[in-house]
């Protein structure tokens, strides 16, 4: 009987491998993602043997449901990542190593979410319970052909990383989904095109209530410039160092993930992904949340101006009030007579009755007043 390390190591050597999996209605072909001590086995690139049928996402075969496992040979001859792709990995880890040396990875509290058991179920209940959120994401594809690989949701204390290869359609139909589709929980997220592309297309969830920062920032530039657009828009590290004014430490993570990422795109379907990678991921969207409140400051710019002015002008009203009754406050006359009649009055009209042109107000020099007739 095989040791529990020789089993690991057996395992481990099964990952990325093609296997042709029998159940008892059908046949499934796909490569193993992940095997876990309970047998239950994680594909992706599913297809149907039969009919030539594609699964999206990643399909869950539990062990009392596996009849027999059988090893493409002449599949796993070709791998997933060749030799060339191998050693595009790892000069992407060690690069993406080489610029997060200086940066402090404890400064990114993130968790990794990859099951739908342990952590999924309180980091949804948690996320359920924020009016604001923001979301990132990174796909693999070409346009129209994107498949999404990571989703980021950051709170204002922590940062959920969803390994969405493993999970597949399982963790929208469970809480992300909802969240998602809710229209009482702000998502914040900087061009949100490609995501809400992926999502509607792969998993049939249609995003709502966005604030896009990409868009806040192309409307700033048009109302600072008079009705100028830009000769194109803004990427999320420009966004964030022209309105937080933040240092080259705190962008550097997000200069070598774009960086890297169109040296080798296929980085995002790497497990386990580095640690490095993940602190990126993570510090793409710690930032989402305050950018939004300093956003809107910027957009409601006109509207405080104009708060300010109507304050300003009820003020000096006030002011020019209070300095015309104050002498006769002060200083009464012992003698007054009461009818108006008797009393040389002087015309006195408000600037608000001189805008709205109502009648005139008649004052005498102790502020009684009576509209002329």
Avoid at 162 to 185: R, S
Wanted: with cysteine; charged share 25%; net charge positive.
């Amino acid at each position: 009987m095989a040791s529990s390390s020789e089993q690991c190591r057996f395992l481990d050597d099964l990952k990325r491998s093609r296997v042709r999996i029998t159940l008892s209605d059908t046949q499934i072909s796909g490569v193993v993602q992940r095997i876990t001590q309970k047998k239950t086995v994680m594909l992706e690139d599913v297809s149907e043997v039969k009919s030539g049928r594609k699964f999206p996402g990643v399909k869950i075969i539990f062990g009392h449901e596996i009849l027999k496992v059988e090893l493409n040979r002449s599949a796993n001859r070709d791998k997933l990542f060749s030799e060339e792709h191998k050693s595009e990995l790892h000069s992407f880890r060690k690069k993406i190593a080489d610029d997060d040396d200086g940066v402090d990875e404890g400064s990114v509290s993130y968790v990794v979410i990859d099951a739908l058991h342990e952590k999924f179920g309180p980091a949804v209940m948690h996320i359920q319970q924020q009016k604001v959120i923001g979301i990132g994401a990174d796909v693999f594809g070409q346009i129209a052909q994107e498949r999404l690989c990571w989703l980021q949701v950051a709170t204002k204390k922590i940062v959920y990383l969803f390994d969405i290869l493993l999970l597949g359609g399982q963790a929208f139909k469970n809480g992300l989904g909802m969240i998602l589709e809710n229209p009482h929980v702000l998502k914040v997220l900087h061009d949100c095109r490609c995501i809400a592309r992926c999502l509607r297309a792969e998993f049939r969830v249609n995003l709502t209530n966005v604030f896009d920062t990409q868009v806040a920032d192309l409307m700033l530039f048009y109302s600072e410039t008079g009705g100028f657009l830009p000769d194109r828009v803004s990427s999320l590290q420009e966004v964030l160092r022209l309105h937080l004014k933040l240092p080259a430490s705190d962008l550097t993570p997000l200069c070598s993930k774009e960086r890297h990422r169109k040296e080798c795109p296929e980085v995002w379907y790497v497990r386990p992904s580095p640690p490095a990678l993940m602190n990126v991921m993570a510090a793409s969207v710690r930032h989402l949340l305050p950018l939004r409140l300093v956003l809107l400051d910027a957009l409601m710019s006109d509207y405080t101006i104009l708060v300010d002015a109507y304050m300003s002008s009820y003020h000096d009203q006030s002011l020019h009030i209070e300095q015309s009754f104050k002498p006769q406050l002060i200083e009464p006359k012992p003698t007054v007579a009461r009818n108006p009649n008797s009393i040389k009055c002087q015309k006195w009209r408000s600037p608000i009755q001189r805008r709205t042109g109502s009648p005139r107000a008649w004052a005498n020099e102790h502020g009684f007043s009576r509209l002329k007739a």
